[in-house]
């Protein structure tokens, strides 16, 4: 991104604050790219002629007399097959000791689609773990985070769902990503074998924090256009959202906007629906589907982030140990795929539903029987019934090391059911008793 | 309200910020003004929202990149505006009104504005209206066929005072720009009428003789609402529930299944895929009452959450003013709002950039005042021709943090009359739909005129019967909070039974399986029916020997119960599981 030539160059910067600089000059685009003292910039408020520049690297060290060329172009992505297999940095240029790649250049955080052209989610994304398949069913053109504190294991678990998912592209957008867990993807990747279907925009914790505000937009407009003009299934992995947001906050600081709850810049839930709208089902076959991560403060969803990144996600899934069984299981209380409703039960086997419903309920009951015990009161001969099952439904299941087929799943619920209990007791439609309940 | 200024006010931009865009004016300008800004050649629309000397303020339904200081913007002379005739129903607009299936290509351009109304579309016009009568806004002068709903063609709601209708065409087929009626004023002006009128949709339209509290039911098919908190038709209510609680569920079998002429769904800065969920279903479903399709009698109005924040604020006013357009027809309307919240935090957005001073969490001091004036649009009246017409409004909330102290449902709380309170222990729960009996009220209930149309068109009795099963939901609670504390066998057998009970009434009344082909949507009379059921079994004697027999033998109840609620009503199905059930029941009833 070399400026081009008969470029005014400015070099009297009026106002210099930690993120941002203003300067006088005239015929300047809103959002419109620049350069100040070799750092990358962008405009985010004209007042006449004064220009404000946020600059993504931080203002440390910039004289008043720097130079500031102006792009005459909003921040850019050239987009071509070659961006396969392929590692960028916040502002897409390689790190990976590659050459620039070559291709159409597209400017980053475009237009959304328009409602009435969407087609609606159908296909279901497989990924082998019951906790996700049988109780929180994915499907592509989707958009859903896990809700995780840093401890967990969600970069293995994410890592695992994408190899397994059989998209055509799996794009990683990393933000404040450790150099660990970067190296960690990378080496995954590689030893699937599916380099070739990756393309990763990473900020590393070693990168200033606002650049990270470019990598959501620069891993979908990648996105969008290999599954708007190649048609492909596209898969987004979005990690760390948390630390997006938290960018966004810096920069509504520090341009003195007043914070709503919890630090947060008042337009958060704009800013995130933005990105994560992003996934879509498109008429011509192609898909984005998003999962993402967002990182909670001691498991408090209450938080603004993951609030409103529930209010715009089509659910969520929790992680969880279970100390039972002493592994890590996908929570089946509260997580949960808006979506499901759209392929379980007609895509997949009809007693789809009811075994996930009366799996969950069942699992509930087991809570409260755990909720007496552990208060010193006697159980019933259902109590512990229900213990039972809800321990081996956390390890056939639930456990996120599980790897089966759907038809797999539910027979496997049923037997459980019939383990333990009676036909009224799970108060499934007589049909399917009839139909699925195991005889011994 | 009739402008015509001759030459428009011209300006030109001086400052951006984001969406908020300063233009230095060299004419008047008026609040809330819609004005075009050209950037390099596409016209964005933009509204004026504050005046400072020359200088206006407007926000901007649009993405501002690449705009640039000095742009050429000229101001309309009108404010936002919705196109008001036929061809609403079926069509999906956005916030600001334009046919979204009109707009080419894949993805939102920028600048593409489409009409809302196709002028080309043939109608069969019928006069209703003759020569030398007399008629005053809102009057109907004739009728088309919308689908299968009579759409009638009004005296514009601008005009102010009465007319004489001067001449009217005969019956026959015309465009919605053609001149239907000349109409003449007290001073003798003259006054040509198309089937086509405009109305600043901040404004409420208010050509009615009377507006009388609500007095009689709403059925939506639901439940937990029709049985225990019923919605009156023309009255207000409010969802608020945290994510995931199942609002958008609920408010999609509101709009499939509710007893209304007319549906209008406000998408408002939510997600797309429940937008596009209605596009695919509702050209497919049934209306029950009519056998015609959903979507001929629905609008939906998509600015979904990723679409420009100030149009998602314009989106539920021109909602709103297309159900008063219909209602003036004599026709009832439900409007549907997800999410209010949505349409909150967009006027937060705006307040913040123009540095106003914040109200509670960030929020303008006016919100309260904004919120009760939209409800208060709604409502039951009776139009100058002594006809009815209804909007039943009801709007979700989505509270960050799912705490119900935040200031868009406190506002809320304070105007609509109906509270539906999703709780989150339900929904972890998967009893849905997620209302919860005892923290929910309908204030309808309350009232005596309600209260008399509930005993004449269900039965006389029928207001008791719902205040006891409130009763049996509040003891069954109680039990429940004492079971849990004191333990299962240190507390009388009484205790397991009205828990007990209590859960029957939960798992057949209140919980309803919204995917379910026949459990989905329960007509009053069902409603009565099953009620009726549970309400004996509560006054049934059982015998127990310990509590522990009394969880087994209800689940025995309630699973006979779930097969009757999946089976087709008085069918030979439902007759043999209510059979099964009369006797288990008598396994326990006590002998007298």
């Known amino acids: 991104m070399s400026p081009v030539a008969f470029q005014k160059i400015y070099t009297h910067i009026t106002n210099i604050t930690k993120a941002t600089c203003s300067l006088k000059a005239s015929g300047i685009g809103n959002e419109e790219l620049a350069v100040v003292h070799g750092r990358l910039a962008q405009v985010v408020k004209i007042m006449d002629d004064e220009v404000t520049l946020q600059v993504f690297g931080g203002t440390e060290g910039i004289p008043s007399n720097a130079e500031v060329i102006f792009y005459n172009r909003p921040p850019t992505l050239k987009v071509s097959d070659d961006l396969a297999g392929r590692f960028f ?44 398949d049988l109780n929180n069913t994915l499907v592509t053109g989707q958009k859903i985070p896990f809700f995780a504190d840093p401890d ?24 404040g990503l450790t150099n660990d867990d970067y190296l960690y993807y990378k080496n995954v990747f590689e030893n699937a074998g599916a380099l070739d279907r990756i393309i990763s925009f990473v900020n590393t914790t070693e990168d200033p924090p606002v650049e990270r505000l470019l990598v959501p937009d620069m891993a979908l407009t990648a996105a969008e256009y290999f599954a708007v003009d190649k048609n492909e299934k596209v898969l987004v992995l979005l990690t760390d959202m948390t630390l997006y947001a938290d960018a966004l906050s810096i920069v509504s600081n520090r341009m003195d906007q007043i914070p709503s709850k919890d630090s947060m810049p008042g337009s958060l839930y704009s800013d995130l629906a933005k990105i994560y709208e992003k996934a879509v089902q498109f008429p011509s076959g192609g898909s984005i589907t998003i999962i993402a991560v967002t990182t909670l403060s001691g498991g408090d969803i209450t938080h603004a982030i993951p609030d409103n990144t529930g209010y715009i996600t089509e659910g969520q899934l929790f992680l969880r140990r279970d100390t039972d069984i002493g592994k890590v299981i996908v929570d089946p209380f509260r997580s949960l795929s808006r979506l499901k409703q759209l392929v379980i039960g007609t895509k997949t086997r009809e007693d789809h539903p009811q075994v996930m419903n009366t799996a969950v309920r069942l699992y509930a009951d087991a809570a409260n029987a755990k909720t007496k015990l552990e208060n010193g009161f006697d159980l019933t001969d259902y109590d512990q019934r229900t213990l039972d099952f809800a321990k081996e439904y956390s390890e056939y299941l639930l456990a996120i090391d599980v790897n089966i087929d759907i038809n797999k799943m539910l027979d496997t619920g049923w037997q459980l059911f019939a383990r333990h209990f009676n036909k009224a007791e799970v108060g499934i439609k007589q049909e399917l008793v009839d139909k699925y309940w195991p005889e011994k | 309200m009739i402008m015509n200024n001759t030459k428009k006010t011209t300006g030109k931009v001086s400052g951006i910020i984001a969406n908020l865009v300063i233009v230095r004016a060299d004419g008047p300008v008026a609040q809330n003004e819609i004005c ?81 109304l196709d002028p080309e579309k043939i109608w069969d016009f019928k006069p209703l209206a003759k020569v030398g009568d007399q008629v005053l806004a809102a009057d109907w002068l004739g009728e088309v066929m919308e689908n299968s709903i009579p759409h009638r063609i009004m005296v514009p709601f601008v005009f102010e005072g009465k007319y ?49 509290r609500p007095f009689k039911l709403f059925q939506t098919g639901v439940r937990t609402m029709d049985t225990l908190n019923p919605m009156a038709e023309g009255g207000t209510g409010f969802i608020p529930g945290p994510f995931g609680s199942g609002k958008t569920v609920l408010q999609h079998a509101l709009s499939r299944q509710a007893e209304a002429d007319v549906v209008i769904v406000a998408a408002c800065g939510e997600r797309a895929n429940e937008v596009v969920e209605l596009f695919v279903e509702f050209p497919e479903l049934e209306d029950p009452k009519t056998g015609r399709k959903l979507i001929e009698r629905t609008t939906i109005i998509a600015n979904t959450s990723n679409m420009p924040v100030a149009a998602r604020e314009a989106s539920v006013y021109t909602a709103m003013t297309i159900a008063e357009y219909y209602r003036s027809m004599g026709l ?41 004036n939209f409800y208060s649009r709604a409502g039951y009246v009776y139009l100058n021709n002594n006809q009815t017409g209804s909007i039943t409004f009801i709007g979700t909330v989505s509270p960050a943090g799912g705490n119900l102290k935040e200031p868009v449902t406190e506002s809320t709380k304070k105007v609509a009359r109906a509270f539906y309170a999703l709780s989150q222990q339900r929904a972890d729960s998967k009893r849905y739909p997620a209302i919860d009996p005892i923290d929910s009220y309908s204030k309808y209930l309350e009232y005596p005129e309600v209260q008399e149309s509930l005993r004449t068109s269900i039965s006389d009795d029928w207001v008791d019967k719902v205040m006891l099963v409130k009763n049996i939901m509040i003891r069954g609670r109680e039990a429940s909070e004492q079971i849990n504390i004191l333990g299962d066998d240190s507390v009388p057998l009484d205790y397991h039974l009205a828990f007990w009970k209590s859960e029957v009434i939960d798992a057949i009344i209140l919980q309803q399986d919204a995917f379910d082909k026949i459990d989905f949507n329960t007509p009053i009379v ?43 009503f008085q069918s030979e199905q439902f007759k043999r599981f209510e059979n099964e059930l009369y006797k288990i029941i008598e396994e326990r009833k006590v002998k007298k």
């Open chain 1, 89 to 132: 940095n916040a502002y897409g240029h390689p790190i990976d000791g590659g050459p620039e790649v070559e291709g159409e250049e597209r400017p980053i955080g475009g237009p959304s689609v328009n409602p009435v052209r969407r087609r609606q989610p159908s296909e279901l994304i497989a990924t082998g773990i019951a906790g996700i």
């Open chain 1, 152 to 175: 967990q294991p969600f970069n293995q678990v994410m890592a695992m769902v994408a190899l397994r998912a059989e998209a055509d592209k799996i794009i990683l957008a990393g933000m």
């Open chain 2, 36 to 116: 075009y800004i050209n950037r390099d050649g596409i016209d964005l629309m933009a509204e004026v929202i504050k005046i400072i000397g020359n200088q206006a303020y407007t926000q901007v339904f649009e993405s501002t990149r690449g705009l640039r200081i000095g742009s050429p913007v000229v101001f309309e002379g009108h404010l936002l505006e919705a196109t008001l005739g036929p061809g609403i129903l079926s069509s999906v607009y956005d916030g600001l009104m334009h046919d979204l299936h009109e707009m080419t290509g894949v993805f939102l351009k920028p600048g593409e504005y489409t009409r809302a």
């Open chain 2, 164 to 212: 004489t209708v001067k001449s009217i065409v005969a019956a026959g087929s015309y465009k919605i720009n053609d001149t239907i009626a000349i109409l003449t004023d007290s001073n003798g002006k003259d006054f040509p009428v198309t089937m086509v009128q405009y109305w600043p949709v901040k404004k409420a339209i208010k050509a009615y003789k009377d507006k009388p």
């Open chain 2, 332 to 372: 009832k309307i439900l409007l549907l709002a997800d999410s209010t919240s949505r349409w909150a935090q967009a006027l937060r957005e705006m307040s913040n950039r123009m540095e106003e001073l914040p109200g509670p969490d960030a929020f303008p001091m006016d919100l309260p005042a904004i919120i009760s």
């Open chain 2, 526 to 568: 069902r409603q009565k029916y099953m009620l009726d059921k549970v309400i004996d079994i509560y006054e049934t004697d059982f015998e127990f020997d310990s509590f522990e027999e009394v969880n087994p033998f209800f689940k025995r109840i309630i699973n006979q119960l779930k097969q009757m609620n999946y089976s087709e």
